[in-house]
């Protein structure tokens, strides 16, 4: 899987961001790495976001001339044998810069937790024009399901499995403050 890339275009527009996620997930299911869909998509989400605002319409349902005469934003994801990549270009050739935001701030968030998602991220001016703002995670392996079986039952230490699966005491075990714990008349001896 050394080198392999799969780009997503769209207008730069509220939905791109959606959009993205569902593409960053597929291709991250194509690649095996279903593991790793919770960062790359969080951090393909708030590139987006970043690039629809500073270069499209933040109107949540342009119309159809409107649509015609945004710009385009890209999501390109990379995998090698160490790293994935998620890189996302706008036309805007403003490089981002990290803000710092009040608790109760509606926008200023996205840079951070991409900060926190991944190993690192940079941005650079693109030749052909605008930017391209990228994000690198080490490649993890996914997580090891667990071979060993579940105790039997039976194998409750000191009682019993009672009504609803749920495993009782044995009263004859159980002690408390006053001594041994009184039996119900139901109970075997």
Request: proline share 10%.
């Amino acid at each position: 899987m050394n080198g392999v890339t799969y780009w997503f275009r769209h207008t730069a527009e509220p939905r791109a961001v959606p959009l993205g996620r569902r593409f960053a997930s597929n291709v991250l299911r194509d690649w095996g790495l279903e593991h790793m869909c919770e960062p790359v998509t969080l951090i393909a989400s708030e590139l987006l976001t970043n690039a629809v605002e500073a270069t499209g319409t933040t109107k949540a349902a342009p119309s159809r001339d409107e649509r015609e005469t945004l710009p385009l934003v890209a999501v390109r994801l990379r995998v090698s044998s160490r790293a994935l990549t998620v890189e996302v270009w706008d036309t805007s050739q403003a490089l981002p810069r990290m803000r710092t935001s009040d608790a109760d701030a509606e926008n200023g968030r996205g840079l951070p937790i991409v900060t926190l998602l991944c190993k690192r991220w940079d941005s650079y001016r693109h030749p052909s024009g605008g930017k391209v703002v990228h994000a690198v995670l080490p490649l993890a392996l996914p997580p090891v399901a667990l071979t060993e079986a579940p105790p039997e039952p039976s194998s409750v230490a000191g009682g019993r499995i009672g009504a609803g699966g749920i495993a009782e005491p044995d009263p004859q075990t159980v002690r408390g403050a006053e001594g041994p714990a009184r039996r119900r008349a139901a109970d075997p001896p």
